[in-house]
């Protein structure tokens, strides 16, 4: 019934391509005749920044929602991270070191999209940021398990294309880092987060946070490598302070392979309701 009432009125496609093909004259020129629609520069405008937001929200949960993708394997981690073969540009040794993630990021991605295609690519699916480093590993992890995976890149001044491994389909764009966080989060099942720096640290403790407090339901949380979160993080003297509890320590759990990974999704406990959140009585 619905469809029947609205194929009554011409679609918007129709129009869009109408307007485009008028006399051109004064008044067809002017800005003030465009569809609004269709109009860039009113699409740009300030005050229309509500409706940048929404359909930032929309467009790319419409695109998953066609494709039926159910839940998501979330993946952060540092755009500077070396593939093992290119370890000797690293900048520092430190970063050389960390290329062994790099290779732990593919195995990871492959293995969880050779799972993730019995379901036809609905569950399980890889989302990274679409950038180099270890969300290019991801990315590329999931296509060589002729899968697909999803890359949420954003703007940035001094950001390059995606990487060549997101599947085409499924490679958006943002300008609101705040939308991308919640196209990351809305679909995860489990999240992953590999050595990084500000974008990761960014990532882990708005995730973190948001299951703290009750927000968003537990999952996974898996932190690879111990000796760098331990060394960049002093987790154990948020404790000792009382500016985390002891209990938000365990909200995630330390792992080195792709295997560990793996087998502590596929049987994680989900932890007890806790009654001490903020704001509960």
């Known amino acids: 019934m619905k469809e029947d009432r609205l194929s009554r009125f011409s679609d918007a496609h129709t129009d869009r391509d109408r307007a485009e093909h008028v006399p051109s004259t004064p008044q067809t020129e002017s800005p003030a005749y465009a569809l609004a629609f269709a109009d860039k520069d009113f699409l740009c405008r300030e005050e229309l920044r509500p409706v940048r937001l929404q359909l930032e929200l929309l467009k790319p949960e419409l695109m998953m929602a066609e494709r039926e993708i159910k839940s998501t394997i979330v993946m952060f981690g540092g755009a500077r991270i070396p593939e093992p073969a290119r370890k000797a540009e690293a900048r520092t040794e430190t970063l050389a070191e960390l290329s062994a993630f790099y290779d732990e990021a593919q195995k990871f991605a492959r293995l969880m999209t050779e799972k993730s295609k019995t379901t036809g690519c609905r569950e399980d699916v890889i989302v990274t940021g679409g950038g180099p480093g270890v969300m290019e590993a991801g990315n590329r992890g999931a296509a060589e398990a002729g899968g697909c995976s999803i890359g949420l890149s954003i703007v940035l001044p001094h950001e390059q294309a995606p990487n060549t491994y997101v599947t085409p389909e499924l490679s958006f764009n943002f300008h609101y880092f705040a939308i991308r966080k919640m196209h990351f989060l809305m679909r995860a099942r489990a999240i992953c987060v590999f050595p990084g720096g500000f974008g990761t640290l960014d ?35 948020l404790a000792d302070a009382g500016t985390i509890s002891e209990q938000d320590l365990d909200l995630f759990r330390f792992v080195e392979t792709a295997e560990e990974a793996i087998h502590l999704i596929e049987n994680w406990e989900p932890a007890p309701a806790r009654d001490n959140l903020p704001g509960r009585e």
């Open 203 to 237: 990532e882990l403790f708005e995730s973190l946070t948001l299951i703290q407090t009750g927000r968003m339901q537990r999952v996974p949380f898996l932190l690879f490598g111990r000796a760098f979160w331990e060394k960049v993080v002093n987790w154990e003297a």
